[in-house]
Antibody, heavy 123, light 106 residues
């Protein structure tokens, strides 16, 4: 069974940094691209970032571009997201997601979602 | 930025057909996906690459995409299909989601 378990969320002050982690199991991790998507309380889905199977390509949404870094460790079956200079509007549930493909392209699909880790940015 | 617009809500009677639209500029030239999200749960992929269903998704879910509009159709809607639905597309190396549609089964 495919499992994605996120961790690292919590309450953090504006301007600080946070590193989210995702532990993957039940599939060959290094065969798939991976993503982070977030959802603010009571709001819709917002894509945050994606990474190819071999970390060759990383892409970011406009709201986190320049202050976030996505990475992966295929040896540890793990995905990460570092967000710097956190803002109150970064408050959301952050999901780790397995793509259907190895690459990031127009035929991608967000195939399997974790349960999410909640990030609250507040002073 | 690429905008995908969905109706805020759709109501359907049990056993009837629900159609949810997703509008975007030349969306038919791109692939569209659809996700179902029930309250308190993570989203689930129900349609990808316009028309394909992942394993385990019932046949009553189908998709189409042409022109500026992608459509998710739920045939023989059941009470368990009551959820929020989001479309998704790729443009300029970025993933975009639609505004979301709440489907109510009355």
């Amino acid at each position: 069974e495919v499992q994605l378990v996120e961790s690292g969320g919590g309450l953090v002050q504006p301007g600080r940094s946070l590193r989210l982690s995702c532990a993957a199991s039940g599939f060959t991790f290094d065969h798939y691209a991976m993503h982070w998507v977030r959802q603010a309380p009571g709001k819709g889905l917002e894509w945050v970032s994606g990474i190819t199977w071999n970390s060759d390509t990383t892409i970011y949404g406009d709201t986190v571009k320049g202050r976030s870094t996505i990475s992966r460790d295929n040896a540890k079956n793990s995905l990460y997201l570092q967000i710097n200079s956190l803002r109150t509007e970064d408050t959301a549930l952050y999901y780790c997601i397995k793509d259907i493909s190895t690459t990031l392209s127009g035929d991608l699909a967000l195939a399997v979602w974790g349960q999410g880790t909640m990030v609250t940015v507040s002073s | 930025s690429y905008e995908l617009t969905q109706p805020p809500s759709v109501s359907v009677s049990p056993g009837q057909t629900a159609s949810i639209t997703c509008s975007g500029d030349k969306l038919g030239d791109k692939y569209a996906c659809w996700y179902q999200q029930k309250p308190g749960q993570s989203p689930v992929l129900v349609i990808y690459q316009d028309t394909k269903r992942p394993p385990g998704i019932p046949e009553r879910f189908s998709g189409s995409n042409s022109g500026n509009t992608a459509t998710l159709t739920i045939s023989g809607t059941q009470s368990m299909d009551e959820a929020d639905y989001y479309c998704q597309a790729w443009d300029s190396s970025t993933v975009f989601f639609g505004t979301g549609t709440k489907v109510t089964v009355l």
